[in-house]
């Protein structure tokens, strides 16, 4: 059981409970291959999504695993929202509490703004991803994704590549994966790491090669345009020409290498086309993995209330 | 540990229920076998070797009742589950419901609910191999292999031979 009322980041789960969310996941893949998705766990809850930011994936993942728990779900996005007259935050967590609304699920472009919400109200708050903070959910289908392939992360070696300073996946992935034992290194335009990411764990490689040297995981990460102010790197051709991942730095990588990226991907940036659709791409599989993982996190947390 | 059912005797009761089915519906047309898994399946698998022993081919299947347990949520945990397919339809049929063991009801309950899924059959007849009472719902059998009234505190072991058993029926103190 998980041991909070809000999955707000990986920083501060315990290795224990990213074990148990992946293990309960496993659980959840099993029924949805089988096109099994009616749990009645989350019956007569609702679940509702406060995206502050654009989303496909994320968004329908979240809805459609609140569904498939039987869970009614609502849809807010800022843009049509009351936020647009000036309402906070909080004052709009307050208003849904009001609600009876069981779960909230929050995605913003502030950093810690889930945990603000958090501590404001009633109901179970889950990241859908904080500014350039956390990604919790999406590091957890990234886990679960490796953890089918190989087994253990014990001694795993993940290279990250790409916007790692606008990139949450990339620290709730460090985080989880420093916790569960794997070697993490990442590599970008000296402009795109921020400082400290090597005392957090991660080794910063110098050269693309050596990040993918032995690797068994190649992690791609969006180039976040919409993040940037400019002159980060000079154009998006030079930035695949210098820091993207194709075939040829494929060879650099372990034979039972796997190719991820959370998405949406920039085709032929970050990754050449080749390589997003070849065979050892879990591109794919992770946005399946996705929904077993949230289905697990939302089934965790309300298992809470559930057994009292 | 006491034997209340060998291999042989397990055979005829088998074979007695299957005319049994026979009887009460006047043939077999329209019955399938339907057995809760993974006990059930056995039984309805039997009883369904037991008609084709007669020149008689009555369809049977086993059916997953994970989804549709009463204590999920009580519970709160993620059921082993199968999707049910199971081959033919139910619809219109007379659906014999097969089970290893008749104790507190639940499992029926769950199981009819699952072949409602799956269509609207004509009729659900109840076969149970062993009635061992201690009956929490309104539920009874219309085919009994043996009443074997038990406490709680016993455990009956039902082993098939296809389940890793030696086709016997065995009384244990828990």
């Known amino acids: 059981m998980l041991k909070h009322k809000d999955l707000l980041g990986l920083y501060d789960t315990s290795a224990e409970e990213i074990c148990e969310i992946l293990s309960t996941a496993v659980n959840m893949k099993k029924l949805l291959l089988q096109n099994i998705k009616k749990l009645p766990h989350l019956q007569g809850k609702t679940a509702t999504t406060l995206f502050y930011e654009n989303s496909t994936r994320t968004r329908v993942s979240f809805e459609l695993a609140a569904k498939y728990l039987g869970a009614g779900t609502v849809n807010i996005s800022a843009s049509s929202s009351s936020v647009q007259k000036g309402e906070t935050l909080i004052d709009t967590g307050k208003t849904l509490d009001a609600m009876k609304n069981d779960i909230i699920i929050i995605r913003h472009p502030m950093g810690g703004a889930p945990r603000l919400l958090a501590k404001n109200v009633r109901a179970h708050v889950v990241n859908g991803g904080d500014g350039m903070y956390e990604h919790p959910t999406q590091a957890l289908l990234d886990f679960y994704t490796m953890q089918e392939t190989f087994g253990s992360f014990n001694g795993l070696k993940v290279a990250i590549l790409g916007d790692i300073k606008h990139s949450r996946v990339a620290k709730s992935n460090l985080f989880g994966l420093t916790k569960l034992g794997a070697e993490v290194r990442m590599y970008a335009p000296q402009t795109l790491i921020p400082k400290g990411m090597d005392a957090m764990g991660a080794k910063i490689a110098k050269r693309r090669e050596e990040a993918i040297d032995g690797a068994d995981v190649v992690m791609g990460l969006r180039i976040q345009l919409e993040r940037q102010q400019g002159g980060q790197f000079p154009s998006l051709s030079e930035y695949s020409e210098f820091f993207g991942v194709n075939r040829e730095l494929m060879r650099y990588a372990s034979p039972r290498a796997i190719v991820m990226h959370p998405g949406p991907v920039n085709r032929g940036v970050e990754l050449t086309s080749s390589l997003i659709d070849a065979d050892n791409s879990k591109i794919e599989e992770q946005v399946l993995n996705g929904i077993a993982v949230r289905m697990a996190v939302l089934f965790l947390l309300t298992q809470r209330e559930g057994q009292v | ?174």
């Open chain 2, 1 to 174: 540990m006491s034997v209340i059912l060998d291999k042989a005797g397990l055979a005829r009761m088998i074979v007695r229920l299957s005319h049994e089915i026979e009887e009460r519906n006047e043939g077999t047309e329209g019955v399938c076998l339907l057995g809760i898994k993974r006990g059930g399946e056995a039984v309805a698998r039997r009883v369904a070797e037991a008609f084709a022993a007669r020149g008689v081919f009555v369809p049977y299947a086993g059916i997953s009742i994970g989804m549709h347990r009463d204590d999920l949520v009580t519970s709160y945990f993620i059921p082993e589950a199968e999707k049910n397919e199971i081959g033919f339809s139910v619809e219109g049929k007379r659906v014999v419901l097969c089970d290893d063991v008749l104790h507190t009801g639940r499992s029926v309950c769950a199981a009819i609910d699952a072949i409602f899924e799956l269509g609207r059959p004509a009729c659900v007849q109840l076969l149970e191999l062993i009635d061992r009472g201690g009956r929490e719902l309104p539920v009874r059998a219309d085919y009994v292999g043996k009443n074997v009234p038990m406490s709680r505190s016993e455990f009956l072991d039902v082993g098939f031979a296809e389940l890793g058993g030696d086709d016997t029926v065995v009384i244990r103190k828990r």
